[in-house]
Every structure is written in structure tokens, then in C-alpha cells.
């Protein structure tokens, strides 16, 4: 009943959108600007090893970090990296500085899902909570690619897919943010 349980749900399936819109459709977008089929998957390879980067970096510093914060960078990072994906000329080796803040965000905003709804709103009922918030995540991943393909249809080319996900992103960040302001001052307190 909480808005934070409503903010934090309208981040994490923008975020699925986002990302399994781009997954699905990356090699052909990059095509599309120019890019070989070599050079597109190098920087789509890249998305693996930066994600487990930034997994390993919250872990590494979980002391030193809230979950608010390691929220803020895994949502703000996808939205750098759409504006630079947005941006790309042929061939640019500016390509693997998307695929790092992507990657790096992906990995991130994984462990910031299993977090953050605990930490924002309390500890008990943690599976209940999680499967409430989740349900919609998985369904946007479901329905994505489809999604995706549709809106690609309708101009016959990626651009107005790539401004879609970009405001996604944007969303996902925003309600991000906002869930994190709006937190109930006695989960704050408990999980200090």
C-alpha cells in the first residue's frame, strides 16, 4: 500500500524493459548505425564482464555504500549509456563506453532489486515483498522483445525505439530516486 512499493515496481519493470528490449535488439541497432557484425558483438560481449564488475563492486563496498546510493548509479548508468548508444557514429570506439555503463549498470540495479525493497520498506514478509515486486518484472521481460520488434515496425528503423528506451531509463532513475525519498523513516532507521 506503500508508494515506495509502487515506485520501486515502476523502476524495476522500466529497468526490464530497457534492458531486455536492448539484449534482444542491440546487434541490429548497432548495424543500423553503421557498425560491423564483429564490431557489434565485441561490445555486446563486453555487456557479461562489466555486469559481473559491477556485482562485485557492491560487494566489494557494501560498507562504504547505502543501497540508495548503489541504486542511483545502477539507474543512472543506463541512461548515460542510451544517450551515448544514441549518439554513435559508425565504427566509433565510443561503442564499448555504452557497453561498460550498461554492463556495469546491469550488474548493479541486479543486486539493488533484491535490496532495495527490504531496505526501503522493511524486512518482514522479504518473500512476499519480492515476489509482489518481481511478478511485473518478469512479465515486462516476457512481453519486451515483442514490444520492441512492434516499435520497430512502425518506422521500419531503431530510432524511435532507442528514444523509448531512453525514457524508460529516465523513469526507472526517476522512480528510483524518488522511492528512496519518500522511504518510511522506521525502515530507514531499522536497517541502519
Known amino acids: 500500500a506503500h508508494p515506495v512499493f509502487w515506485l520501486l515496481a515502476i523502476s524495476f519493470v522500466s529497468y526490464a524493459f530497457v ?13 543500423e548505425r553503421g557498425y560491423t557484425a ?4 565485441a561490445a555486446y560481449a563486453c555487456f557479461g564482464p562489466f555486469q559481473l564488475a559491477g556485482r562485485l ?12 546510493v548503489a541504486g542511483l548509479i545502477g539507474t543512472l548508468f543506463p541512461v548515460l549509456a542510451l544517450i551515448v548508444l544514441m549518439s554513435l557514429d ?13 554492463g556495469t549498470g ?28 518481481m511478478l511485473p518484472v518478469y512479465l515486462a521481460q516476457a512481453l519486451s522483445p ?6 520497430w515496425q512502425i518506422e521500419g528503423r531503431y ?20 522511492a528512496a525519498r519518500l522511504r518510511p523513516r ?5 536497517s541502519a
Open 19 to 31: 534492458f531486455t528490449s536492448l539484449i534482444f535488439n542491440l546487434i541490429p541497432i548497432l548495424g
Open 38 to 41: 564483429a564490431e557489434a558483438v
Open 57 to 68: 563492486a557492491v560487494l566489494a563496498l557494501q560498507r562504504f555504500i547505502s543501497v540508495t
Open 90 to 102: 559508425a565504427h566509433s570506439p565510443l561503442v564499448f563506453l555504452f557497453a561498460i555503463a550498461f
Open 106 to 133: 546491469m550488474g548493479i540495479k541486479t543486486i539493488v532489486q533484491a535490496t532495495a525493497a527490504p531496505e526501503f520498506l522493511g524486512r518482514a514478509a522479504y518473500g512476499a515483498l519480492q515476489g509482489a515486486l
Open 146 to 151: 515483442f514490444l520492441a520488434a512492434t516499435i
Open 159 to 178: 530510432d524511435l525505439l532507442q528514444v523509448l528506451l531512453l525514457l524508460m531509463a529516465a523513469l526507472s532513475a526517476t522512480a528510483f530516486i524518488l
Open 186 to 190: 522506521e525502515a530507514a532507521l531499522s
